[in-house]
């Protein structure tokens, strides 16, 4: 029972994971326009993500714009958006395998040790898939930065974190720690069976021993 709800802990955060690294992919307030500076313009605020770019007035109207061209983009935005999808492709998999996996589903439930193997599975791809969120919003981040700190960029050009990195770097602590928990329940529980196995196991050779020993009378 303890190894199922520390499977259903370690699932579940995952999920909360997978929810929030679609929320950060889909968000454009990867960075926003900083008002460090003397050049403070209050009206408007900018935004930019990885499929758009948008414009905050302060009358509440917003607009936005998708950008055109693929290739014209920054290496890192294509790397960041390659990342992403990735991580949510990773995530959707995982999903389905840690259901079939999970000691509190029925599926598979006459063969433990390939059940846990399974869950083992969907817990790396939960792990692989919050490593590479956390790799593309940390770059971002990072390009960010450096602009920001560049003495090469104008003030009134300069951008700031927005609030979908912190979502990422949240969703992506929460689908490793999610991933972390099944694979650990499922190597624990791996453990002791061998362990039991391994106990039993020279009580059934003694057994062997006194049958073949045994002699019948003619």
Request: proline fraction near 3%; glycine fraction near 10%.
């Amino acid at each position: 029972m303890a190894n199922s709800g520390f499977q259903l802990l370690g699932y579940f955060l995952a999920l909360g994971g997978w929810i929030g690294i679609i929320s950060t992919t889909v968000l454009p307030q990867w960075k926003q326009s900083s008002y460090a500076g003397d050049a403070i313009i209050m009206a408007v605020g900018l935004y930019e993500g990885l499929w758009m770019s948008c414009a905050s007035q302060s009358t509440g109207q917003v607009q936005c714009k998708i950008f055109d061209s693929l290739l014209s983009l920054d290496v890192h935005i294509q790397t960041c958006r390659a990342l992403m999808v990735i991580s949510v492709l990773m995530g959707f998999i995982a999903i389905i395998v840690s259901v079939v996996g999970m000691k509190c589903t029925k599926v598979g439930d006459n063969n433990p040790s390939t059940k846990s193997k399974i869950a083992i599975s969907g817990g790396s791809l939960f792990l692989l898939s919050g490593v590479c969120t956390l790799v593309a919003v940390s770059w971002y981040a990072t390009q960010v930065s450096y602009h920001f700190f560049d003495p090469n960029t104008p003030i009134n050009a300069r951008y700031e974190f927005g609030p979908a990195l912190f979502v990422g770097w949240a969703a992506a602590i929460l689908m490793m720690l999610g991933g972390s928990f099944l694979c650990c329940s499922c190597v624990n529980e791996d453990r002791r069976g061998q362990q039991f196995y391994r106990q039993s196991q020279p009580s059934t050779a003694r057994e062997d021993e006194l049958l073949s020993e045994t002699s019948f009378p003619d």
